[in-house]
């Protein structure tokens, strides 16, 4: 097999378990979110008390789309902008009660996911495939 069919099976193939793990995702929670949405909560659970900045810089996208999304999640309970105490001009995200429950949510869907896959993969190959998954984003940047 050439190198360029398995490096196009590897995308297509990632691109293939990520549209499972959304569906699957989206049925386990009952949340009503767009994909922005979800990326940032997601960065909001991983990067407590981020500004908006630096989630429009880790998303790549403009200040404006981010806050825009941001006014939505908080008018709606996900997250609360919170003062900066050493900048009074900047703001602070915090998850909100429904982001609390969001993360609690994804926290036992991963979980799920995990136990299937220490159901069905042995410990080398789990090793393994996370080994050259690490691999991955440093060579698409």
Do not use: C
């Amino acid at each position: 097999m050439e190198n360029k069919n398995i490096a196009e099976q590897i995308n297509q193939t990632i691109k293939d378990i990520w549209m499972i793990l959304e569906k699957k995702e989206r049925a386990y929670t009952n949340f009503k979110l767009n994909n922005q949405q979800i990326v940032l909560l997601t960065l909001a659970i991983r990067h407590p008390f981020s500004s908006p900045s630096e989630l429009a810089e880790k998303m790549d996208i403009t200040k404006s789309a981010v806050s825009q999304q941001l006014a939505k999640l908080e008018k709606d309970g996900y997250i609360i902008r919170k003062q900066d105490v050493e900048d009074k001009r900047a703001f602070l995200i915090e998850l909100g009660e429904k982001g609390m429950l969001y993360k609690k949510e994804m926290e036992a869907f991963n979980q799920q996911v995990s136990e299937r896959y220490h159901a069905n993969l042995s410990l080398v190959e789990l090793t393994n495939m996370l080994s050259a998954l690490q691999k991955l984003p440093e060579l698409l940047e």
